[in-house]
């Protein structure tokens, strides 16, 4: 019913920029908790950036002071405003929601979220 769609991703040099676009659709709730989530082959699913019904935002350690995350519920649309980007940040990037508002401790805990994006990949290199 709530249907996620990622775009944006691509191939960035270290120390650039981009940004991520989530189109959501079909959703029957006022309010979700959306949220970007990335996995890099091998390793677990990471919280990267939340962004709450209630307005509340959560980043995740690696990426706190980099990345920007937005919301803007007339177009439905969630954004991702990577900076400064480095390899580790190479990985496929998937936006996430569930109905909200969640709490603090649940928003970078993947398995709290209900509907997911198909992905989109960021490689980082030079």
């Known amino acids: 019913q709530v249907h996620l769609v990622e775009s944006g991703g691509g191939s960035v040099q270290p120390g650039g920029s981009l940004r991520l676009s989530c189109a959501v659709s079909?959703?029957?709730?006022?309010?979700?908790?959306m949220a970007w989530f990335r996995q890099a082959p091998g390793k677990e699913r990471e919280g990267v950036a939340v962004?709450?019904?209630?307005?509340?935002?959560s980043y995740g350690d690696s990426v706190a002071g980099r990345f920007n995350v937005s919301r803007d519920n007339t177009k439905s649309i969630l954004y991702l405003e990577m900076h400064s980007l480095k390899p580790e940040d190479t990985a496929m990037y998937y936006c996430?929601?569930?109905?909200?508002?969640?709490?603090?401790?649940?928003?970078?805990?993947?398995?709290?979220?209900?509907?997911w994006g198909q992905g989109t990949q960021v490689t980082v290199s030079s």
């Open positions: 996430a929601a569930l109905p909200g508002p969640a709490s603090i401790q649940a928003h970078l805990r993947a398995s709290e979220y209900k509907f």
């Open positions: 079909g959703y029957t709730r006022r309010t979700l908790c």
């Open positions: 962004f709450d019904s209630d307005g509340t935002i």
